[in-house]
């Protein structure tokens, strides 16, 4: 706190203004700023860099643009409020709302001075607007549940909107329901016909195919075996995934699901738990010590020796949530991935970090179980989960 109010007084009132309704507008407009991102804002601006918008720029769209339409966005509104190009004049005549260029949704606020910070993170409405109170209760509910399915797990601050997400995970892994595979069975009637067994019952008739065999489907549901990454670098993402693994296990027709730091823990009884608070304190009585250090090369070699024969058939799908940081050797890893690779039907590895920009998988870790994945895929928010329903219906 200290560091944050020596950052406070070396920036300035009019500045911290200016910055506060910067990230006011940003929000407006569908980028999602924690604390975080704010409290490393306000650190650029108290350096040598604010003397100029074209200095700070660089630092500031790498802080607040997490996803590619961010990036597509920011340079516009930035223009508008620092500079005041690129948006109309703030001019408005009697009864008719203002528009802003290309559906900015905010006032012309870069063509204030930097003195005139009176409601600077205010957005106005048009005196003419049309929209009805209920119209647009209804298109704001919409809209934050469409946020909530694109928001980074980690930039969700607020309370409500971390509930919100739970609540998402849970149904999403509710619609994740069991498949039906390809493998037939032997049937009277069925889809197909049948043509080894049909001739071979016709052999008893001198080979006139009397009576027909046909082929039906046989029910076997995929199995999944989520396995999570509970490790403190893990920290703000594991709680929606609890939810979501707590949904898999009330959903799907078999599955199992553990969690991971320094060692494995299984948790599949406690998840088992209609209420979901109720499952989340069973949960933390038993994985005493999350939040530590990881170990995934021997969390799975445990999993392997003691749970795998009994939790894997010939269509499970095993799904590792982790961002790949090892403190183990990495040739255990890879050794112990291998092994797991023969056991099951796909192995799908989730990253978080995937998510972010720029990112590439350089972690010791993360390039020894690489070889072994069938699936590496993003899980930094809810549409990504959404993504992997038609990769395991395939399965």
Same mark, same amino acid.
């Not at 407009?29 to 200095?55: K, Y």
């Not at 898999?248 to 494995?264: G, M, P, S």
């Not at 090369?297 to 499970?316: M, P, Q």
């Given at each position: 706190m200290?560091?944050?109010r020596k950052?406070?007084?070396?920036? @300035? ?8 309704g910067?990230?006011?507008v940003?929000?407006? /407009?569908?980028f999602v ?5 704010? %409290?490393?804002?306000l ?6 860099s604010?003397?100029? =918008?074209?200095?700070?720029?660089p630092?500031l769209?790498a802080?607040f $643009?997490s996803r ?6 920011f340079? *516009? ?9 690129g ?5 408005r005549m ?7 260029l ?9 063509n204030r001075?930097?003195?005139?910070n009176?409601?600077a ?5 048009g005196?003419g607007s049309?929209? #009805? *109170?209920?119209?647009?209760?209804k298109?704001?509910?919409?809209s934050?549940t469409?946020l ?14 971390l509930?919100?997400?739970?609540d998402?995970a849970a149904?999403?892994?509710?619609r994740m329901r069991?498949r039906l595979t390809?493998r037939?069975r032997a049937?009277h ?6 043509? %080894? ?6 052999v008893a008739h ?7 065999v ?6 076997k549901?995929?199995?999944l075996?989520v396995l ?5 670098s ?15 296990? /009330?959903a799907?027709?078999q ?6 730091h320094t060692r ?11 209420d979901?608070e109720r499952?989340m304190?069973r949960?933390?009585l ?10 995934i ?9 003691w749970h795998?024969?009994? $939790?894997i058939?010939s269509?499970?799908c095993?799904m590792?949530? #982790?961002?790949?940081?090892d403190?183990g ?5 890879? @050794?112990?991935?291998?092994?797991l690779?023969q %056991? $099951?039907r796909?192995?799908?590895?989730? /990253?978080?970090?995937?998510?972010w920009?720029?990112y590439?998988?350089?972690?010791a ?6 070889p072994?994945v069938?699936?590496?895929? =993003?899980?930094?928010?809810?549409e990504?989960?959404?993504?992997? *329903? ?5 399965i």
């Amino acid at each position: 706190m200290s560091a944050l109010r020596k950052m406070d007084s070396d920036l @300035g009132e009019m500045m911290r203004a200016k910055l506060s309704g910067f990230v006011a507008v940003l929000r407006d /407009n569908g980028f999602v700023i924690g604390l975080a991102e704010t %409290r490393d804002a306000l650190g650029v601006m108290s350096g040598a860099s604010a003397a100029r =918008p074209s200095q700070f720029r660089p630092a500031l769209r790498a802080l607040f $643009c997490s996803r590619h339409s961010d990036w597509q966005k920011f340079d *516009e509104i930035f223009d508008a409020w620092w500079t005041g190009r690129g948006m109309k004049s703030a001019t408005r005549m009697s009864g008719a709302p203002q528009k802003a260029l290309n559906g900015l949704q905010a006032v012309a606020a870069g063509n204030r001075g930097l003195g005139d910070n009176q409601n600077a993170d205010h957005v106005q409405r048009g005196e003419g607007s049309e929209e #009805s *109170e209920v119209g647009q209760s209804k298109r704001e509910g919409a809209s934050r549940t469409e946020l909530l399915t694109k928001t980074d797990f980690r930039h969700l601050t607020d309370p409500d909107d971390l509930s919100a997400a739970h609540d998402l995970a849970a149904r999403l892994a509710r619609r994740m329901r069991a498949r039906l595979t390809r493998r037939m069975r032997a049937r009277h009637t069925g889809q197909r016909l049948d043509l %080894r067994r049909t001739i071979h019952k016709s052999v008893a008739h001198g080979g006139t195919p009397i009576d027909l065999v046909h082929r039906r489907r046989k029910d076997k549901p995929l199995r999944l075996v989520v396995l999570l990454d509970a490790s403190g670098s893990m920290n703000l993402y594991s709680a929606v995934f609890l939810r979501f693994m707590h949904g898999v296990l /009330n959903a799907f027709r078999q599955a199992e699901a553990f969690i991971f730091h320094t060692r494995l823990i299984h948790v599949s009884p406690a998840l088992h738990e209609r209420d979901p608070e109720r499952a989340m304190q069973r949960m933390s009585l038993i994985a005493e010590g999350v939040g530590g250090g990881t170990r995934i090369g021997d969390s799975l070699a445990t999993f392997n020796r003691w749970h795998a024969k009994r $939790c894997i058939h010939s269509r499970t799908c095993v799904m590792i949530v #982790s961002d790949g940081y090892d403190t183990g050797p990495s040739s255990i890893l890879a @050794g112990e991935m291998k092994v797991l690779r023969q %056991r $099951c039907r796909r192995i799908v590895w989730l /990253n978080p970090m995937i998510g972010w920009q720029d990112y590439a998988p350089e972690a010791a870790g993360m390039k020894a179980a690489l070889p072994h994945v069938d699936l590496f895929a =993003p899980a930094h928010n809810l549409e990504s989960l959404v993504a992997l *329903e038609p990769y395991l219906a395939r399965i």
